[in-house]
């Protein structure tokens, strides 16, 4: 299983010159806590940070900042940790619980975003393993008591 198999495709960008409003309505009509804010190199957009639902309340919000005196560039994480497609899961799931992240960029091999692996894809993926190890313990209590009533 790798961070590329599980990441979302549909991911939400923004420039770092747009305005922290803008990153507001985009999050909020495509129900995401984030944007990746990105770079375009020949057309082709890099990650360079990420603006989190979370670095608006805290950053803008609660320090009382007028939001359109400051853009997500003023704002957002540039610190930012980004794993290959191919990079395995609990891998990736291991440098997020190391950076204290809930979200990390996917890129390709040239550093192109390709999508985003956030802890709710992993938790998803997780409840579904959970539901077929219950399943099984059932249906073999199940094939168990047929065969005693045989």
Do not use: W
Not at 72 to 92: H, N, Q, R
């Amino acid at each position: 299983m790798s961070a590329g198999e599980y990441c979302n495709r549909e991911v939400v960008i923004v420039a770092k010159s747009e305005s922290i409003r803008e990153a507001v309505n985009l999050m909020r009509s495509h129900h995401v806590g984030d944007v990746v804010v990105v770079d375009k190199r020949d057309g082709i957009p890099a990650p360079i940070g990420v603006l989190t639902d979370r670095d608006i309340v805290l950053e803008v919000m609660a320090e009382d900042v007028d939001i359109d005196s400051v853009n997500i560039g003023d704002v957002m994480s540039y610190d930012l940790l980004t794993v290959e497609e191919d990079t395995k899961l609990l891998d990736a799931l291991a440098q997020m619980k190391e950076k204290g992240v809930r979200r990390i960029p996917v890129v390709d091999k040239q550093g192109t975003l390709t999508g985003i692996l956030a802890i709710d894809d992993i938790l998803e993926l997780v409840a579904e393993q959970i539901n077929s190890i219950v399943q099984l313990i059932t249906n073999e209590n199940k094939q168990e008591r047929k065969r005693r009533h045989l």
